[in-house]
Nanobody
């Protein structure tokens, strides 16, 4: 079964940190760019970050730049999203997606994970 599985979400206080993981099973992530998206209640899903297959190029939404870091470990078939200085407005379901290239839109995505909930609240 080909799938992406996110983990690492949870409840954290403002200013805290979480590390999300996106693990692939049934296929290798080596040839895919991986994007992280999020969807807050009542809002459209938005792109958060993306990393190319080589890991050499990363990009971030302005709202998370300087606070979030995306990385990948192809040997573990896993991509990470380190989230620091979390804010209540970061509360959302976070999804990872595998695609041939990074892009701000959702076209051309081959695989989606089912998401992990991140809640930032005191």
């Amino acid at each position: 079964q080909l799938q992406l599985v996110e983990s690492g979400g949870g409840l954290v206080q403002p200013g805290g940190s979480l590390r999300l993981s996106c693990a692939a099973s049934g296929f290798t992530l080596d040839y895919y760019a991986i994007g992280w998206f999020r969807q807050a209640p009542g809002k459209e899903r938005e792109g958060v970050s993306c990393i190319t297959s080589s890991g050499r190029i990363t990009n971030y939404a302005d709202s998370v730049k300087g606070r979030f870091t995306i990385s990948r470990d192809n040997a573990k078939n896993t991509v990470y999203l380190q989230m620091n200085s979390l804010k209540p407005e970061d509360t959302a379901v976070y999804y990872c997606a595998a695609r041939p290239y990074c892009s701000a839109n959702e076209y051309g995505i081959d695989y989606w994970g089912k998401g992990t909930q991140v809640t930032v609240s005191s």
